[in-house]
DNA sequence: ACAAAAGTGTTCGATATACACCCATGT
DNA sequence: ACATGGGTGTATATCGAACACTTTTGT
């Protein structure tokens, strides 16, 4: 009847035209070795979020949007006996290196389309943050935590294209982003590589605020 | 570390043009006398759908379709101590008579717009659901599980209105749900009241599967 | 001159919205 | 005949999809 309780954190983050998601290596049984998700025990007297934000900085050093996923809580889902995780998704808009963790033999970005066999149910959980990253790129304008302050539109758009893996039509893609006026342009230009250089926009927090509250962003 | 986790059962139900709730009475501490959610703890060994399905039928004595809402562990949220609750989504195709419960001094079904102060955090997750629940029925074909097999297309529009708070146009209505293609006209007609009979439809559960592989059906 | 990525408009089909009258039945 | 709710079509606006060439820069 009491059951143990943890959060565990589908931590995703954008490496050139990759999604990556963070990942540990056990040290300690069960699983000793394998890969799983960075998580950990709610502590006494800590809310649901607040012990993901915990455990995410203590991964990784860094905060970053959070939003709570799903509950898993299969009977045997680990062997230690009656644990009820609470799935988080978080985005980042860097890979930080991870932080080095006593529990932990190490942690590591994967391609999300490569990744390592999981202990616990936690291929189950990453397919399930995938499938609600994928919504929410599909539905709401939720791209921008990924991405840094400045960023160009073709950065926004291969970032859709790696969440969404699917190519997206340059001149449809652009008019709609710019057409949500959520985007200011900053007048700055950057280059990459040797090409055009290009203008570097800024996600205005206003406009945002109005979107959000239509229910079209996060 | 140990925290109890419990299940806690948003059951909606449609009484004419109300969207109905189902809520116990307390019959002890805390929240004596108090309104509240069905729910109670997750036994041992018991999935987290599993324990929303007993749960359930404990209360109304049917079973329907369930879907898991939201987890809520504010420390404090129940002065008992640290108890986590996976809220869940129940919707039902009728009003079934609640059961009589040995922890329950009572339970009545309530109108959503119209229900008492809860326990808890109670109200809060009955908003959640409410949410979700106008989510589901803007975006999806989420209706179904709220009506009787067979009914007309003006309940299927009653049933909209009262989730969606908002009249909606019969022309435009019954176009847009006919093509979706999810509905079989049965050939029968029913009488409501001194007017004019209307065929009864059935939803198919076969062009259904299609839809929900597109992601339009729950 | 060429390679590489930035930038730019128009057409077409599909979908959502607005809107008003006739029909079948019981009293 | 009238009250009640069932049933029907068209015109317009909006949104997403398809599609190709020019510009700026570095080598």
């Known amino acids: 009847m009491t059951a143990t309780v943890t959060v565990d954190i589908v931590a995703f983050a954008l490496q050139?035209?990759?999604?990556?998601?963070l990942l540990v290596q056990r040290k300690?049984?069960?699983?000793?070795?394998?890969?799983?998700?960075?998580?950990?025990?709610?502590?006494?007297?800590?809310?649901?979020?607040?012990?993901?934000?915990?455990?995410l900085l203590e991964e990784t050093g860094v905060q970053g949007y959070l939003e709570q996923l799903y509950s898993f809580g299969r009977p045997g889902r680990d062997p230690r006996g009656q644990v009820v995780t609470i799935a988080y998704l978080a985005l980042l808009d860097h890979v930080p290196t991870p932080t080095a963790d006593t529990d932990a033999a190490d942690s590591r970005w994967f391609p999300v389309k490569s990744r390592p066999?999981?202990?616990?149910?936690?291929?189950?959980?990453?397919?399930?943050?995938?499938?609600?990253?994928?919504n929410k790129f599909e539905y709401t304008a939720a791209s921008f935590s990924l991405l840094p302050a400045r960023?160009?539109?073709?950065?926004?758009?291969?970032?859709?294209?790696?969440?969404?893996?699917?190519?997206?039509?340059?001149?449809?893609?652009?008019?709609?982003?710019?057409?949500?006026?959520?985007?200011?342009?900053?007048?700055?230009?950057?280059q990459r590589g040797i090409s055009r250089p290009g203008e570097l926009y800024e996600f205005s927090a206003e406009k945002f605020a109005t979107l959000r509250s239509k229910g079209l962003a996060f």
């Open 16 to 21: 050139g035209d990759q999604l990556q998601v």
């Open 28 to 55: 300690f049984e069960p699983f000793a070795g394998r890969w799983a998700l960075p998580g950990g025990f709610v502590l006494q007297d800590e809310g649901l979020d607040e012990a993901a934000h915990r455990e």
């Open 117 to 134: 066999e999981l202990g616990f149910d936690h291929q189950e959980i990453i397919d399930y943050a995938v499938e609600r990253l994928r």
């Open 151 to 190: 960023f160009m539109l073709s950065d926004l758009q291969r970032a859709y294209e790696a969440v969404l893996e699917r190519p997206l039509d340059k001149r449809n893609f652009r008019k709609k982003m710019l057409s949500l006026d959520i985007l200011v342009a900053t007048g700055a230009l950057q």
